[in-house]
């Protein structure tokens, strides 16, 4: 069965600092790969997807089929990524989503 | 585009009560989602339908919890006799044509269920 873990369900980080927000899955398929985002106060919104290859707001995550992970990562946070990250696999022809239990970041100043 | 909609946003309901939560898809959607969030927990699939259709319900719960989709109007998420454990966030999703796997879901605000 597909499932999405993400481990850290807090993490601190100063701003200027690297963050990595870690994300593994287990699917017997080829998976499709997102990062949502849920600031405060805001709905859910897709961050970035793997299949696109791009960087969004400084993010950008690898996936690594060997390790099965994608994790995302950012080399110097800003107080305003602090937020609730969700990882998520997306593995039927209608995109379901299986969702891990998400991270919460937060940048301190 | 105001984006998907869902009400009412909170909702409270005694054990043994209905509970209607209503959502409206992106304009020009027409793949609705259903998720729930219990609480420390991520997000749950439920329901995947299209305009008068159930495809997936795979994640719902047998008894007391139904979906719909009419040709006219929102999606509503029913469920029935509410006990405590149903309480938990609601999110909708919809999509354009989910074709793919790729196919961008967006997401409502969530209704918030308490069950006293």
């Known amino acids: 069965a597909q499932r999405v873990t993400q481990p850290e369900k807090l993490l601190s980080v100063f701003k200027g600092a690297p963050v990595e927000l870690k994300c593994n899955y287990s699917?017997?398929?080829?998976?499709?790969l997102f990062w949502y985002v849920q600031y405060s106060r805001q709905r859910l919104q897709l961050l970035l997807r793997?299949?696109s290859r791009e960087s969004i707001k400084g993010f950008t995550a690898d996936l690594n089929k060997g390790e099965t992970s994608f994790h995302l990562k950012k080399p110097f946070a800003q107080e305003e990524d602090s937020a609730m990250y969700y990882c998520?696999?997306?593995?039927?022809?209608?995109?379901?989503?299986?969702f891990g239990q998400g991270t919460i970041l937060t940048v301190h100043p | 585009n105001a984006g998907v909609m869902q009400n009412p946003r909170h909702l409270v309901r005694r054990r043994g009560q209905e509970a209607r939560l209503r959502c409206s898809p992106m304009k020009g959607h027409s793949h609705v989602y259903w998720y729930r969030q219990l609480p420390e927990e991520g997000l749950k699939f439920m329901v995947y339908?299209?305009?008068?259709?159930?495809?997936?319900e795979s994640g719902m719960p047998k008894e007391r919890f139904s979906a719909e989709f009419p040709k006219e109007g929102p999606s509503i998420l029913r469920i029935q006799q509410v006990v405590r454990g149903d309480s938990a966030a609601y999110f909708c999703?919809?999509?354009?044509?989910?074709?793919?796997?790729?196919?961008?879901?967006?997401f409502g605000p969530g209704t918030r269920l308490l069950v006293l």
């Open positions: 699917y017997s398929g080829s998976p499709e």
């Open positions: 999703a919809s999509s354009l044509n989910p074709s793919g796997t790729q196919e961008t879901q967006y």
């Open positions: 793997h299949i």
């Open positions: 998520a696999l997306a593995w039927t022809s209608y995109g379901k989503l299986t």
């Open positions: 339908l299209q305009k008068e259709n159930i495809i997936d």
